[in-house]
């Protein structure tokens, strides 16, 4: 057996440690990106086989944390891809209107960036009263900087851009006040936000959704775990609701391609076919 | 005399003390300033040191490293050149290994510029096999060549095969060499590494070392001086066997090294122990001090050390000097190497930004292969072009950034990179070209090589720069460390001298009392100051400190200090008894005010008799101003750091002015090493979290290129599969193709064999009729008439034999493509006077009438084939007399008459002639109509044989009819004769395609209409009023005409009838709606203009009637009302006139439209616009609709009758759509059907959830409501649902029985998710239980308290405001809830989680989506228990 083989099998006997003590099934993750990231922890460590971390998978929390943040790759920011939330107001919001309570979902939430821009999206719009956003991840320690709505002051005039881009209609300043050196999102958008641990590995469904903001998670993902989390995903739409994905991201390999159209093509906005 | 004397034994006694003191004191401050500057100096050369052992090793370690690296590259490219095809590639890689070879060199020289002796022959060792090997690498590379040119000219395979051998077995010698080599310099790192290890704990038991003889110095008893000592002896020892085994691993120059430090280090070891004495000494001193304090007060002998205290002053200004000048080296090394770190930091930033550019080129280039279109293509190639110039821009910052070793890297990059831009246009070129499959081929193959090339010297560069990073960061907090500890012997000698000096005061004041109080009360400041200062606070908490200390020591009132900020700012940072005031500013700018300007000309600035409102102080006496002010300047060498500002009620001394200024000098440096270390810090924390940042983007980007990666690869995959199946699709085509032409070949065939065949059989045949007629003539008279009849059957018998072989020969004829058409001008009258002549005989032979009829209108002659028209003619005419006994036959020439509707099929042409020929013979059937133009087919078995004939003659004549490319229709009722008429175009445009033989499909349909038509148009004439109410029975099939037209309602009668119904029929509206409400019908018919009550009020009055909503109506109208009329719910609108297409194709309609599968709508809508747009949205689905326009009419509807669906608006005249749901819902006889509310009004949280009870569907009423109303209906139409709804009432017969224990028990459903509360509360009522409903935990508190009838809680887990444990938490925290039964219901599918819902409180625990069974199973299991203890 070459050594790349039993590095594969070393990382497998790990992932099946991690899986077995504390229920995370990092099984099905796109084997490249879990590569590295499995190296990554070895590297800090200062250990020099995959192997060597199981007994610390097994006894130490601390070292169990730490890799669970090492697995969720927290890249956001407001209003990014800023054309996917004009077209989310252009051609979205008139449908969800109708609606007399709208659910929405932030799956993978991470740092809450994106969760915040759709609440600014439809306090705008007039909406979020009406509206109730979930917002979740798996990873407990984005989840609670999520939850404080702090954002460092120096990436505010990157959004504040973004946020024209996105079709803003006021100014990005009414949504946050300064503090030291961070801002915090206004109150009032906080409101209506739920966050919630959920994992898209393990858990199901725990609500009717109008819409499922999904950007860049799947991708982590091999085939048979994005399609397991398209089927979630599915299973929790209203007959008619929206799903968005990452613009990098696409419906057409997926077991569920038949359940959707195509809303938006380019901002990869599917809209769930009525359910028959 | 006692008296006396002793003050003299007290002198002589005090003197001797004091002389000692004086000369303890010098030794002391001589001994302190020895370690100040050796011991500093001493060690920080030996840090030094060892940090520079340190970074070489690791430097080394790098480089060996890179060289492995290298080595494999060449080892790789080795083995590539022996199985490259050609001898470009095998160039290309004979050029990587000269490349790598001579990087290799450079860091081989590097490494050894680097080493000590003994590394310097392994290094030598090294280079000798290289060179060995590049020599075996150049053999490969012939041999290869050879290889190649050996293939090409094909000449012989062995030789081929040795020289491939050879050059492997070279390769394989060489790679075990460089095995070899790099074990041993594995080993070599390993001990490299050992010493990188030894070294810092050296370091750090120096450190530790140091602390704690600073300790010592500091320290006030001697049991804490000991501890010290012994701590620091130990620490010595560990040193020391550091020592001995770093001396172990090290070679003959870094022992020299070592040796130096063991001298500087045995150097401080005796400073070290002297000052232990001393300090020891000195904590005696300080004892003693008190002692001679309270002598000196009594102001004996004060000349005493007049001497002493002139010198020790010498001597401590002295210290002084020198600490300063260590001091200020300290703080410039401390700044230099901020920058740096900076600039490293920088660094790594811009080569980790190019990593990502890069990815994301990369990653546009594929997207871009994945693009279809021209303008997608544009959006990437424009992307790519950014991040092009991004990146150079980037590479260009990095350049000034860089230093020797990565400018080489960066040079290195630049190659790779251009090498991949240029690949990367290609695959642009070709994408654009759409040559995909090229520029993939590219895109993963060379350019990613390339790619991952230029990647993989920026990461070089990255993990470089992080190590130097690394190491700035050591020298950083190094450099820190050392100053800080500067400052503190700088303070700890001024306590010291404070002490000493303290004691010379004493003194001194024997002179001088004033003065030497004045020194003293600044040295003890002084001291109080370093004390302040010297504990490592932070910025802020340094700032407020020295403000709050200087202020209180000033006996100042009031005070602020400004620190410098990096823009030429000054903000301030702490403040002492000053809250705030409208003049004094936060941040002030040089220049600006007294502080600015103070700052501005670094000099101190008084102020006094200030305005009464300058500054006002709060204090709880009342409000007191300040009158006096001082501005001092912090300078730093030639900088001003920061400024204080100090207010008083009193003007300040001299003194009090000398003080501030002397410690202004130690704030100075102080607050610099602060901002100093602050800035270190917050660097250390940035460029942490920016470099997690960008691996996190890195991570992203890598990640979302593999997806795309893989994407590509199934697009390649699919492409294939796609490509296979043209393949087999073409393979298939290809046989079609030859076995149609098989097909086409064997139908020639056939008709061919036929031709021929009947020429056989004719030739025979003929003689036989021949000699059958003239033996019928009996010219001999010899027969019987037996025989002569015999001989007469004989002749007809081949008569008809030949009758049929003659048609079969047309048939195949035609059907051989064998017959061509003529066209020449064919007079019509000559025509018909021909037939007449050859009919005329027939006529009257069989006693019937036959008539010609030239109507006015026609043409006097037609184009056309006039043998082909004359032999259809003739079949019609034969076929006519042959079916006709008694009346007539007519032959009927004229022009077609677009305005009556001929149901002509196929022909559009104005300009038609009519040929007809009519018999009153037997008709044909409707069902058979469409046969007898079939070959071999008549109206049945059986007439073949009374009337004779071939039955081929209709087929010729159809077959002939489209070569002329006319039409033939058919009109016939059985027993009513029948007419067959020949349209044919006057000016004949026949194409080739007009000659093509129809296929039997579409005949079939043309002549099926034409019968129907005929139907319709040729009735029996029957009274108004006789419809079939007479007749009717359960189960008939109705349809009701309201039509007041008595004509047009007596054909629309027989349309109805002809379709299998029964028909009711009225003349006006009323009559229609009495009808209507008396039978169950099946449809409705309805002219809109009718007398009375119109056609529009028929349908609001049916539509409003519960037992007649649901029939389809049809409205049939000659007014153009179509807008309004089907807004108003009906199924369909016809224009009057109508065709007999459309009115049969209405009737087909209302047939299909089954009565229990049209879904009926209830609409309850006080809006008569919005009633009409509803119904207008629905048009053309099968739905129908009932309205309701007030909550009355509503509940009766809904009590009276099933619906399907129910629209409701929620504002209603009578009373809201709550009040109606309410209302029905109490009768326990009616189950609601789904219930979609379409309201105006945006609702409340309450009404969201009371509506949840009935309703999910809830549509607010805006631009796109039509569109989801459309859809909820159709959801609710088709989903189980709407089935499951006929058996809610079974399910409600069934509850006495099995669901009793559920029946009027109260439970609480807790969730915020409509779809849930829906669902899962009809489901609950269903079996009978109260259920009441709270959106989230607080509302359920809320309930709970309210309702003591609450048994049981169903909680939601995920929910606002409120979530499902705390709430649980909470409901076990009330006493009278502690048994309460609490089902948790999760999305949650991990057994922890089951756990936390157990922990929280709950009684048992559900995962969604929630199957029913089983929660009713739990709650059979917990409200049984409920009962069980409740009873």
């Known amino acids: 057996m070459d050594k790349a083989k039993i590095n594969e099998l070393e990382v497998d006997l790990f992932l099946e440690a991690i899986f077995k003590r504390w229920g995370y099934d990092f099984r099905s993750y796109a084997r490249a990106s879990l590569n590295r990231r499995v190296a990554l922890r070895l590297s800090i460590t200062g250990l020099e086989r995959v192997s060597e971390m199981i007994p610390l998978a097994l006894h130490d929390q601390t070292f169990f944390e730490s890799f669970l943040a090492d697995m969720s790759v927290t890249v956001t920011e407001m209003f990014r891809d800023p054309s996917v939330f004009k077209k989310i107001r252009e051609t979205v919001i008139p449908k969800l209107r109708t609606y007399s309570r709208i659910n929405i979902w932030h799956a993978g939430c991470a740092t809450g960036a994106e969760v915040y821009s759709m609440a600014i999206l439809l306090q705008e719009e007039g909406l979020l009263e009406r509206c109730r956003i979930y917002a979740t991840d798996y990873n407990n320690r984005s989840l609670s900087s999520a939850k404080k709505a702090v954002f460092p002051i120096n990436l505010i005039e990157t959004y504040s851009e973004n946020y024209i881009k996105a079709g803003g209609k006021s100014s990005f300043s009414d949504y946050y006040q300064v503090g030291y050196d961070s801002a915090c999102m206004v109150k009032a958008l906080r409101n209506r936000i739920t966050f919630a641990n959920h994992n898209l590995i393990n858990d199901g469904v725990f609500a009717e959704m109008n819409l499922v903001m999904c950007r860049n998670v799947m991708i982590y993902f091999d085939r048979d775990l994005q399609n397991r989390t398209l089927r979630l995903f599915s299973d929790s739409l209203v007959s008619r609701g929206f799903l968005v994905l990452g613009t990098q991201e696409s419906l057409s390999y997926s077991d569920c391609n038949h359940e959707y159209e195509s809303f938006e093509h380019k901002e990869r906005i599917y809209r769930r076919l009525a359910h028959v | 005399m006692m008296t006396l004397r002793e003050p003299k034994v007290m002198n002589k006694s005090l003197r001797s003390i004091s002389t000692k003191l004086a000369m303890a004191s010098a030794a002391l401050i001589i001994a302190i300033l020895s370690i100040g500057t050796v011991g500093i100096n001493a060690l920080s050369t030996l840090e030094r040191n060892v940090n520079q052992i340190v970074n070489v090793s690791v430097k080394k370690l790098q480089l060996g490293e890179r060289i492995q690296q290298d080595l494999l590259k060449m080892t790789r490219a080795g083995k590539n050149i022996i199985t490259a095809p050609s001898e470009d590639q095998m160039d290309g890689y004979a050029a990587l290994i000269e490349q790598t070879h001579s990087n290799l060199i450079q860091r081989l020289d590097l490494i050894q510029a680097l080493s000590e002796q003994e590394d310097s022959d392994a290094i030598n060792k090294f280079r000798q096999k290289l060179t060995e090997y590049m020599a075996v690498d150049n053999k490969v590379l012939e041999y290869s060549r050879l290889n190649s040119n050996v293939q090409a000219k094909n000449i012989s395979a062995t030789s081929a095969r040795k020289a491939f051998d050879n050059a492997e077995a070279a390769l394989r010698n060489i790679v075990t060499v460089n095995e070899k080599i790099a074990e041993s310099y594995k080993e070599q790192s390993a001990g490299a590494q050992l010493k990188v290890v030894h070294g810092t704990q050296i370091k750090n038991d120096m450190l530790l070392i140091l602390r704690a003889e600073r300790n010592i110095i500091l320290s006030t008893n001697v049991e804490e001086m000991r501890e010290y000592a012994d701590r620091i002896e130990a620490l010595q020892i560990d040193l020391f066997s550091n020592l001995t085994s770093l001396r172990k691993l090290t070679t003959e120059d870094g022992t020299s090294k070592l040796d130096k430090f063991t001298r500087t280090w045995d150097r401080w070891s005796d400073v070290y122990s002297r000052v232990l004495e001393l300090a020891l000494l000195n904590s005696n001193l300080r004892a003693n001090n008190n002692q001679v304090r309270e002598l000196s007060r009594e102001n004996i002998n004060r000349r005493a050390f007049d001497l002493a205290a002139g010198e020790g002053r010498q001597l401590a200004d002295e210290a ?25 930091n920088d660094r790594l930033l811009v080569a980790s930004r190019m990593i990502q550019d890069m990815l994301a080129i990369h990653r546009a280039a594929k997207s871009l292969i994945l693009e279809k279109t021209q303008a997608g293509m544009d959006v990437f190639s424009d992307s790519i072009e950014r991040f092009k110039v991004d990146l150079q821009a980037k590479l260009n910052r990095l350049k000034t950034l860089a230093g020797g070793d990565e400018l080489y890297e960066l040079e290195l990059f630049e190659q790779s990179w251009s090498n991949f831009l240029a690949v990367n246009e290609q695959v642009l070129v070709l994408s654009r070209q759409n040559s995909n499959q090229f520029a993939l081929d590219l895109t993963t193959g060379k350019g990613r090589e390339l790619a991952d090339q230029a990647e993989a010297i920026i990461s070089d560069l990255v993990a470089e720069s992080e190590s130097s990073l690394a ?46 109080d004045q020194a003293h009360w600044i040295k003890t400041g002084q001291a109080e100051m370093a004390d302040v200062m010297g504990g490592g606070l932070k910025l802020d908490e340094l700032s407020r400190s020295i403000i709050t200390t200087l202020a209180k020591y000033l006996g100042a009132s009031v005070g602020v200090i400004y620190l410098a900020n990096d823009d030429d700012t000054y903000t301030q940072t702490g403040s002492y008894a000053f809250s705030s005031h409208k003049y004094a500013s936060k941040t002030i700018k040089a220049g600006e005010g007294t502080v600015g300007q103070a700052i501005l000309d670094a000099n101190t600035i008084m102020v006094s008799e200030l305005p009464d409102d300058y500054i006002e102080i709060n204090s709880g006496l009342g409000e007191a101003v300040p009158r006096h002010l001082m501005v001092v300047p912090l300078r730093l060498e030639d900088s001003v750091t920061g400024a204080v500002e100090i207010g008083s009620f009193e003007p300040f001394t001299a003194l009090q002015i000398e003080f501030a200024e002397l410690v202004s000098d130690a704030i100075a440096i102080a607050v610099r090493a602060g901002q100093n270390q602050e800035r270190v810090s917050r660097l250390l924390e940035e460029s942490q979290t920016q470099s997690e940042e960008l691996l996190a983007q890195q991570e992203e980007l890598r990640s979302s290129n593999e997806e795309l990666q893989e994407k590509t690869e199934s697009l390649e995959k699919q492409k294939t599969e796609i490509e296979e199946n043209n393949v087999s699709i073409m393979q298939a085509q290809t046989e079609l193709e030859e076995k149609a032409h098989e097909l086409e070949l064997s139908s020639t065939y056939k008709s061919q064999f036929l031709a021929n065949m009947s020429h056989e059989l004719r030739t025979p045949l003929n003689s036989m009729l021949l000699l059958s007629k003239s033996l019928m003539a009996d010219r001999n008279g010899n027969l019987h008439d ?197 349209y044919l175009p006057l000016n004949a445009e026949r194409g080739s395609e007009t000659k093509e033989i129809q296929s039997a499909g579409q005949q079939q349909t043309s002549t099926a209409r034409s019968g129907l038509v005929t139907s319709a148009l040729e009735l029996r004439p029957t009274p108004y009023i006789t419809d079939d109410r007479n007749q009717i029975v359960e189960g008939d099939q109705t349809i009701l005409i309201i039509e007041d037209d008595r004509d047009f309602a007596e054909a629309l009668m027989d349309m109805v009838r002809s379709s299998g119904y029964k028909c009711l029929a009225a003349a006006d509206g009323r009559s229609g709606l009495y009808l209507a409400t008396q039978f169950q019908l099946r449809g409705i018919l309805l002219d809109m203009g009718l007398p009375g009550m119109d056609g529009l009020e028929v349908i609001r009055r049916l539509k409003y009637q519960a037992r007649t909503a649901r029939a389809p109506i049809y409205v049939i109208s000659g007014y153009d009302r179509e807008g309004e009329v089907v807004a108003s719910g009906v199924t369909g609108y016809l224009q009057k006139p109508a065709t007999k297409e459309d009115i049969e194709s209405a009737l087909s309609d209302i047939g299909r439209l089954s009565l229990e599968n049209i879904p009926l709508i209830l609409v309850i809508e006080d809006n008569q616009d919005t009633q009409r747009a509803i119904a207008s949205l629905f048009r053309g689905s099968n739905t129908e609709f009932a309205f309701a326009s007030n909550g009355k009419d509503a509940c009766t509807y809904i009590e009276s009758q099933q619906f399907d669906c129910i629209i409701l608006d929620l504002k209603l005249p009578d009373m809201s759509g709550f009040d109606i749901l309410k209302k029905v819902s109490w009768n326990s006889e009616v189950v609601l059907p789904p219930i979609i509310i379409y309201t105006g009004r945006q609702l409340t949280d309450e009404e969201n959830v009371y509506l949840a009870k009935f309703t999910s569907s809830i ?24 089935k499951g709804q006929s058996e809610g009432k079974q399910q409600v017969g069934m509850l006495h029985n099995d669901d009793i224990l559920f029946r009027d028990r109260t439970i609480l459903l807790v969730d915020d998710d409509m779809r849930n509360l829906y669902a899962l509360s009809r489901e609950l009522q269903q079996l009978g239980l109260d259920v009441l409903i709270a959106e989230n935990g607080q509302v359920a508190l809320d309930k709970l308290n309210e309702n003591p009838s609450i048994e049981l809680v169903l909680m939601d887990i995920m929910m606002p405001v409120m979530d499902g444990y705390q709430a649980m938490r909470k409901i076990r925290g009330i006493s009278k809830f502690s048994e309460l039964p609490v089902i948790a219901l999760t999305a949650k599918a991990m057994p922890e989680d089951r756990a936390f819902c157990i922990d929280a409180g709950a009684s048992e625990y559900i995962t969604k989506p929630i199957n029913v069974e089983i929660l009713k199973s739990m709650l059979r299991v917990w409200l049984f228990e409920r009962i069980e203890f409740g009873g």
């Open chain 2, 471 to 516: 190491t700035e960061r050591d020298q950083s907090s190094r450099v820190y460390d050392e100053s800080i500890l500067v400052i503190l012997v700088t303070l700890t000698l001024s306590t010291i001298m404070g002490g000493g000096f303290s004691f010379l005061m004493i003194h001194m004041n024997i002179r001088s009392t004033e003065k030497n």
């Open chain 2, 1259 to 1282: 549509i607010v009423k805006g631009p796109e409501s039509p569109e989801r109303l459309i859809d909820e209906v159709a959801m609710f139409l088709h989903s189980d649902l709407a």
């Open chain 2, 786 to 982: 037996e025989q002569i009849e015999d001989a007469k059957i004989i002749y007809e018998g081949g008569q008809a034999l030949l009758n049929l072989i003659n048609d079969i020969m047309d048939l195949s004829k035609i059907e051989a493509g064998m017959l061509t058409v003529i066209d020449e001008l064919v007079e019509l009258e000559p025509l018909s006077a021909g037939l007449q002549r050859l009919f005329d005989p027939v006529a009257t032979s069989k006693n019937l009438k036959f008539e010609v009829d030239i109507t006015d209108t026609a043409p006097e002659s037609i184009n056309t084939d006039g043998q082909r028209l004359e032999q259809i003619l003739k079949n019609f005419l034969s076929n006519a007399f042959k079916f006709t006994k008694t009346g007539k036959v007519i032959l009927r020439i004229s022009l077609h008459d677009p305005s009556t509707d001929s149901g002509l099929n196929k022909l559009n042409n104005k300009d038609l002639l009519v040929i007809s020929v009519i018999d009153t013979g037997i008709g044909i059937p409707r069902n058979k109509q469409q046969l007898v133009f079939d070959a071999f087919e008549q109206v049945d078995g059986t007439t073949s044989r009374k009337h004779g004939g071939t039955g081929l003659g209709l087929s010729i004549s159809r077959e002939l009819t489209d070569l002329l490319g006319g039409e033939i229709l058919l009109k016939s009722n059985e027993g009513e004769g029948s007419s067959f008429s020949l």
């Open chain 2, 320 to 344: 002084g000097l020198q600490m300063d000048i260590i001091v200020k080296r300290n703080v410039e090394l401390s700044t230099q190497s901020t920058e740096l770190l900076a600039m490293a």
